[in-house]
């Protein structure tokens, strides 16, 4: 198949069949929706999320009890227990971190590199992507505003064109609004090793995330997937990706109500920036996991616009593979 020859390299670099990523979502991205992953010719991607490591150690175990087939764990930089989550890693021989929240310096690399493994970040922008390659970044994904969950200000159509074109020859994965085969094999056509999804793999039949959450996304438009509003810069509000709903509402509310209270003196500006903070706290667990879709958080990329149904993996990667393999046969 000429996709599987233009995937040769980045499933080198992971070790999986396909040079494919499944995105970490917290939550979500738990030990049997990386296994199934996996399973299915993938690169499964853990998401450790707020976890400290015994409860990271026993999802790798109980991942690597489903799957022979390797997979990742991707750890938010500023997760207080970043290190002891490294060595765990290390301890069970994981092949890849993939670290999110941040732009990893040269010694937290150096750290991943002596524990046996491959460092992976996120580069934003170009001079941020050559200096990740500079301080020894095994491979590096873009991810577009286009995404769900936490996001960059540029769009995947602006990095592909700012980094990846510039940097052709870079092991560089693309991130953000992917779904179509034919899309994935222009990527690598272009130059990418291959592609990241995560939307997709949230609503799949093999994910474990409550029903409402998945009807709630499979019943979405893409113009519903939105960021915050922010009201004042003084209170910054952090780019997350997820559907409108009353919680997106009642936050809107409560930043007017902290800039109120600020506004009169009454409130402090770091308890204000605090308490608007904890408004989402625990909200995609909520959301993904007990079902509350009125007030969880519902992240979500924009590509729902073209999810409509729940499929299984394996469907979901075979048409990525058909539609690929037809584009290249034209
Ligand atoms: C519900 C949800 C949770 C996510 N959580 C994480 C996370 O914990 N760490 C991370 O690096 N990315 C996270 N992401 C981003 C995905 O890993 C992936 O990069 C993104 O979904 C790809 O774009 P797409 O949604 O357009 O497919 C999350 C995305 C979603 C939808």
């Given at each position: 198949m000429k996709i599987l020859k233009l995937m040769d390299r980045g499933a080198k670099i992971l070790g999986?069949?396909?040079?494919i990523l499944g995105g970490a979502m917290t939550w979500i991205s738990e030990s049997n929706l990386t296994s199934a992953m996996s399973n299915a010719g993938i690169f499964g991607v853990l998401a450790s999320g707020a976890m400290n490591g015994d409860l990271l150690k026993s999802e790798i175990k109980s991942t690597k009890e489903k799957t022979k087939n390797n997979f990742g764990v991707n750890i938010i930089l500023v997760n207080p227990k970043l290190h002891d989550l490294i060595d765990i890693c290390g301890e069970e021989k994981i092949s890849h971190v993939i670290l999110a929240g941040g732009i990893p310096d040269k010694t937290l690399i150096d750290e991943i590199h002596a524990l046996g493994m491959q460092a992976i970040a996120f580069a934003p922008a170009l001079s941020i992507a050559k200096r990740l390659f500079k301080h020894g970044i095994d491979s590096l994904i873009l991810e577009g505003?286009?995404?769900?969950?936490h996001v960059g200000p540029l769009s995947s159509m602006i990095l592909i064109q700012d980094i990846l074109l510039n940097m052709v020859g870079y092991p560089i994965f693309i991130a953000g609004g992917i779904l179509r085969g034919e899309i994935i094999a222009s990527l690598l056509q272009l130059g990418a090793v291959g592609c990241q999804l995560g939307t997709v793999f949230a609503c799949?039949?093999?994910?474990?995330?409550h029903k409402n959450f998945k009807m709630a996304l499979l019943r979405a438009?893409?113009?519903?997937?939105v960021t915050p509003v922010q009201?004042?810069?003084?209170?910054p509000i952090a780019p997350v990706r997820a559907l409108e709903n009353i919680g997106t509402e009642e936050f809107v509310e409560k930043q007017r109500e902290v800039l109120a209270k600020f506004e009169k003196g009454e409130i402090a500006l770091d308890n204000g920036r605090l308490s608007l903070e904890h408004f989402w706290a625990g909200a995609l667990r909520r959301a993904a996991?007990?079902?509350?879709?009125?007030?969880g958080s519902l992240m979500s990329g924009q590509i729902v616009e073209i999810i409509k149904e729940e499929r299984s993996l394996r469907e979901i990667i075979d048409t990525v593979l058909r539609e690929a393999e037809e584009f290249l046969s034209k």
């Amino acid at each position: 198949m000429k996709i599987l020859k233009l995937m040769d390299r980045g499933a080198k670099i992971l070790g999986s069949k396909y040079s494919i990523l499944g995105g970490a979502m917290t939550w979500i991205s738990e030990s049997n929706l990386t296994s199934a992953m996996s399973n299915a010719g993938i690169f499964g991607v853990l998401a450790s999320g707020a976890m400290n490591g015994d409860l990271l150690k026993s999802e790798i175990k109980s991942t690597k009890e489903k799957t022979k087939n390797n997979f990742g764990v991707n750890i938010i930089l500023v997760n207080p227990k970043l290190h002891d989550l490294i060595d765990i890693c290390g301890e069970e021989k994981i092949s890849h971190v993939i670290l999110a929240g941040g732009i990893p310096d040269k010694t937290l690399i150096d750290e991943i590199h002596a524990l046996g493994m491959q460092a992976i970040a996120f580069a934003p922008a170009l001079s941020i992507a050559k200096r990740l390659f500079k301080h020894g970044i095994d491979s590096l994904i873009l991810e577009g505003s286009e995404a769900g969950g936490h996001v960059g200000p540029l769009s995947s159509m602006i990095l592909i064109q700012d980094i990846l074109l510039n940097m052709v020859g870079y092991p560089i994965f693309i991130a953000g609004g992917i779904l179509r085969g034919e899309i994935i094999a222009s990527l690598l056509q272009l130059g990418a090793v291959g592609c990241q999804l995560g939307t997709v793999f949230a609503c799949c039949k093999e994910s474990i995330a409550h029903k409402n959450f998945k009807m709630a996304l499979l019943r979405a438009s893409g113009r519903n997937a939105v960021t915050p509003v922010q009201l004042d810069k003084k209170f910054p509000i952090a780019p997350v990706r997820a559907l409108e709903n009353i919680g997106t509402e009642e936050f809107v509310e409560k930043q007017r109500e902290v800039l109120a209270k600020f506004e009169k003196g009454e409130i402090a500006l770091d308890n204000g920036r605090l308490s608007l903070e904890h408004f989402w706290a625990g909200a995609l667990r909520r959301a993904a996991q007990e079902g509350d879709i009125d007030r969880g958080s519902l992240m979500s990329g924009q590509i729902v616009e073209i999810i409509k149904e729940e499929r299984s993996l394996r469907e979901i990667i075979d048409t990525v593979l058909r539609e690929a393999e037809e584009f290249l046969s034209k």
